[in-house]
């Protein structure tokens, strides 16, 4: 943390931890990720800046975030699924996923041209794509529900980006921040896969041609089904449901990698077909 950021950090806490109640000081940190996010810069890391904050808080602070979005006329697309490999989970020192959202003018397409300064630090990860023939429901929603309720299979890329300093995050920060979700690209035909094949189905992410990673289906919490399982039984919970036409994005087969302008980014399904975006 640069020592502007660690002075703020103070002085945040100090005007405010024993001052307010915790809502507004959930609130408060909601802004600042709001505007930190409209004006590309960073905050420091949130994990420390409420007493005691706990997971309920920080699903809270992305709460606040996505309905102020939606009250100034955002729609959302869809939920992605994060923490969902063992690697990841081991590094932020975590045992389950975790969720956030994304708006229709998050998502782009093949051979989108992205600008990268619309970013603060961005990440790439290839990922499933699943587009909902039916509404889920939760709690209760088993495998089996959850895997009939997928229409299509896309191919998919993730771009992950983090309103936190340095990247400096745990659990709380990246929830808070709606698990770093940065952008979506989504291919326009479908994978030709079926839902019992996913597990097995191998995956390749390109920088600019070159294979960085791989990895398969059955990294995704050893089946990309049961993170949409998971996420609409705790979303359900809330009295939320996954919709039908929704756009859900169950985790990435690979760790992720950064991009800078003038880079392309590639999601290889080998014979099932890949998707490309240009970051401009």
């Known amino acids: 943390m640069t020592q502007a950021a660690q002075a703020g950090a103070a002085d945040w806490a100090s005007n405010h931890s024993d001052q307010a109640p915790r809502g507004e000081l959930l609130k408060r940190l909601a802004d600042e990720l709001i505007k930190a996010g409209t004006e590309l810069t960073v905050v420091p890391p949130l994990r420390d800046r409420v007493l005691d904050m706990g997971l309920d808080d920080a699903y809270r602070v992305q709460e606040l975030q996505l309905q102020h979005h939606l009250a100034n006329g955002r729609v959302l697309a869809g939920r992605k699924v ?18 956030g959202y994304f708006f229709t003018d998050m998502v782009h397409h093949e051979d989108a041209a992205i600008p990268a300064d619309s970013f603060i630090s961005p990440k790439v990860e290839p990922e499933f794509g699943f587009v909902l023939k039916e509404t889920l429901t939760g709690p209760g929603v088993t495998r089996e529900q959850a895997a009939a309720a997928i229409g299509e299979v896309y191919a998919a890329i993730e771009i992950i980006d983090s309103r936190i300093e340095d990247w ?55 089946d990309p089904v049961a993170p949409l399982a998971w996420l609409a039984n ?14 859900i994005l169950p985790g ?23 998707l490309t975006i240009n970051f401009t």
């Not at 302008?261 to 399904?269: E, H, K, V």
């Open 82 to 99: 994060g923490l969902t490999s063992l690697a990841m989970q081991q590094q932020l020192g975590v045992d389950s996923p975790d969720f």
């Open 168 to 222: 400096d995050i745990k659990l709380l920060d990246t929830v808070a921040d709606n698990a770093s979700c940065g952008a979506i690209a989504v291919g326009t035909t479908p994978l030709e896969v079926r839902i019992e094949d996913l597990a097995k189905v191998s995956c390749s992410l390109l920088i600019d041609g070159h294979r960085v990673a791989t990895g398969q289906g059955s990294a995704v919490m050893g």
């Open 234 to 247: 705790v979303l359900g919970e809330q009295g939320v449901s996954l919709e039908a036409g929704q756009l």
């Open 252 to 274: 990435s087969f690979t760790s992720a990698m950064p991009v800078v302008a003038d880079s392309t980014a590639t999601a290889d399904f080998g014979e099932l077909g890949q």
